[in-house]
């Protein structure tokens, strides 16, 4: 029998954030395709859209007008998944299994930058620190209304994953109840502090404290050759495709000097460094195709912000500020990975394994593709 070779033989993988696994078979990269191919994003847009609904000074779809805003720009979605309470309760269940609960929250939308062509990989670093100012500055605004237990920072990027309206912006939903996704990955973070042995290994010398997150990236910054996964690593933040990606180019973007629970306790300098990897990493994306890399990216945290009352117990001591990238694109700018099949009915499944997506990732410039000069000042 030959020697097992990750980048040939099938193996499942372990995602110890969620307690799920994904059945990589980097030999199905071979085969052909001969399925549904995507539009390419456009890459020419215009700087001022008339019938854009997010362009300063435009009518939104919901009646209301834009200011003639030059920066960021924050507004309560029109259409939101979430309305503020009261909320009526659901009726008893009539059967243990058929439960329902209200929720209530809100929703917002941040405009990123007035132009209209623009992405986060095309900002310049003053206006990707406006981004983030933005993000931290709604995440503190709605985390400390009464009622509210988690705020969710989002970004939907291409139409492929969904998103309506090329304009650059994120959306934030704030919610009564912390979700499923952000609850199973700080279940686990506080089970792996609860399980590891008080400070023998190395990792919890250098941090002061076994968080899983930072000895997972205190991991990967030993590796080197063709198994590294890091893709970008600057003075405070790294962004790497993890061990246990699912999408084909996912990427996990996080602090890796010290422990830090949300966006409210990143120095200056860490900022810095935050909107240097999103530039470089989005840029990145938009090179590997040449096309307007779509991509859903979703910012974790502590559920809401720190208790001024610092006499209060934390609630969630293990959660490390982090950021997924999953975007789908598979093969080139028309081929996107589906989610079916075996995905939907047993595990997630990858072909191109994680260590092959970072090379590919490493490999492609961090000067934008489309015109090297007219990057965003």
Same mark, same amino acid.
């Given at each position: 029998?030959?020697?097992?070779?990750?980048?040939? *033989?099938?193996?499942?993988?372990?995602?110890? @954030?969620?307690?799920? *696994?994904? &059945?990589?078979?980097?030999?199905?990269?071979?085969?052909?395709?001969? $399925?549904? =191919?995507?539009?390419?994003?456009?890459?020419?847009?215009?700087?001022?859209?008339?019938?854009?609904?997010?362009? /300063?000074?435009?009518?939104?779809?919901?009646?209301?007008?834009? /200011?003639? #805003?030059? +920066?960021? #720009?924050? %507004?309560?979605?029109?259409?939101?998944? &979430?309305?503020?309470? /009261?909320?009526?309760?659901?009726?008893?269940?009539?059967?243990? @299994?058929?439960?329902?609960?209200? @929720?209530? $929250?809100?929703?917002?939308?941040?405009?990123?930058?007035?132009?209209?062509? &623009?992405?986060? +990989?095309?900002? =310049?670093?003053?206006?990707?620190?406006?981004?983030?100012?933005?993000?931290?500055?709604?995440?503190?605004?709605?985390?400390?209304?009464?009622?509210?237990?988690?705020?969710?920072? !989002?970004?939907?990027?291409?139409?492929?994953?969904?998103?309506?309206?090329?304009?650059?912006?994120?959306?934030?939903?704030?919610?009564?109840?912390?979700? +499923?996704?952000?609850?199973?990955?700080?279940?686990?973070?506080?089970?792996?502090?609860?399980?590891? /042995?008080?400070?023998?290994?190395?990792? @919890?010398?250098?941090?002061?404290?076994?968080?899983?997150? &930072?000895?997972?990236? %205190?991991?990967?910054?030993?590796?080197? $050759?063709?198994?590294?996964?890091?893709?970008?690593?600057?003075?405070?933040?790294?962004?790497?495709?993890?061990?246990?990606?699912?999408?084909?180019?996912?990427?996990?973007?996080?602090?890796?000097?010290?422990?830090?629970?949300?966006?409210?306790?990143?120095?200056?300098?860490?900022?810095?460094?935050?909107?240097?990897?999103?530039?470089?990493?989005?840029?990145?994306?938009?090179?590997?195709?040449?096309?307007? %890399?779509a991509y859903s990216m979703g910012i974790h945290q502590r559920p809401i912000p720190l208790p001024k009352d610092v006499n209060r117990d934390d609630q969630y001591p293990d959660a490390h500020l982090h950021l997924h990238f999953t975007p789908p694109l598979l093969r080139s700018a028309t081929v996107r990975k589906f989610l079916v099949? !075996?995905?939907?009915?047993?595990?997630?499944?990858?072909?191109?394994?994680?260590?092959?997506?970072?090379?590919?990732l490493r490999a492609v410039s961090d000067v934008h593709y489309l015109n090297k000069t007219d990057h965003v000042r």
């Amino acid at each position: 029998m030959s020697e097992f070779d990750p980048s040939e *033989h099938p193996h499942r993988r372990y995602n110890p @954030l969620t307690g799920e *696994h994904v &059945l990589v078979s980097p030999h199905r990269t071979k085969r052909p395709w001969h $399925g549904q =191919s995507e539009a390419s994003e456009s890459s020419s847009l215009l700087q001022h859209d008339p019938a854009c609904h997010l362009c /300063p000074g435009n009518t939104r779809s919901g009646g209301h007008t834009n /200011p003639r #805003y030059s +920066s960021t #720009y924050t %507004f309560s979605n029109d259409f939101p998944a &979430l309305l503020s309470p /009261p909320i009526p309760v659901p009726p008893a269940a009539p059967h243990p @299994l058929l439960q329902a609960a209200p @929720l209530h $929250g809100k929703c917002d939308v941040i405009i990123f930058h007035p132009r209209h062509d &623009l992405s986060i +990989s095309r900002l =310049s670093i003053p206006h990707i620190k406006h981004v983030i100012a933005e993000w931290t500055r709604i995440y503190i605004t709605r985390g400390d209304e009464p009622g509210i237990a988690y705020v969710q920072i !989002f970004e939907n990027k291409g139409s492929i994953m969904g998103c309506s309206n090329p304009h650059p912006h994120g959306q934030v939903w704030s919610m009564s109840e912390v979700p +499923s996704i952000p609850s199973t990955e700080l279940m686990n973070l506080t089970k792996y502090r609860l399980s590891s /042995p008080p400070a023998s290994a190395a990792p @919890l010398t250098t941090y002061g404290c076994p968080n899983l997150l &930072l000895e997972y990236a %205190f991991y990967e910054l030993g590796i080197t $050759g063709d198994e590294r996964r890091v893709v970008i690593l600057n003075d405070h933040w790294m962004a790497l495709v993890p061990w246990w990606a699912v999408w084909p180019f996912e990427v996990l973007v996080l602090p890796y000097r010290r422990h830090i629970p949300s966006l409210c306790q990143l120095t200056e300098e860490e900022v810095d460094a935050f909107a240097d990897v999103l530039s470089r990493l989005t840029i990145k994306y938009d090179n590997l195709f040449e096309t307007s %890399f779509a991509y859903s990216m979703g910012i974790h945290q502590r559920p809401i912000p720190l208790p001024k009352d610092v006499n209060r117990d934390d609630q969630y001591p293990d959660a490390h500020l982090h950021l997924h990238f999953t975007p789908p694109l598979l093969r080139s700018a028309t081929v996107r990975k589906f989610l079916v099949g !075996f995905e939907l009915m047993a595990e997630p499944q990858r072909d191109l394994t994680p260590e092959q997506a970072a090379q590919r990732l490493r490999a492609v410039s961090d000067v934008h593709y489309l015109n090297k000069t007219d990057h965003v000042r």
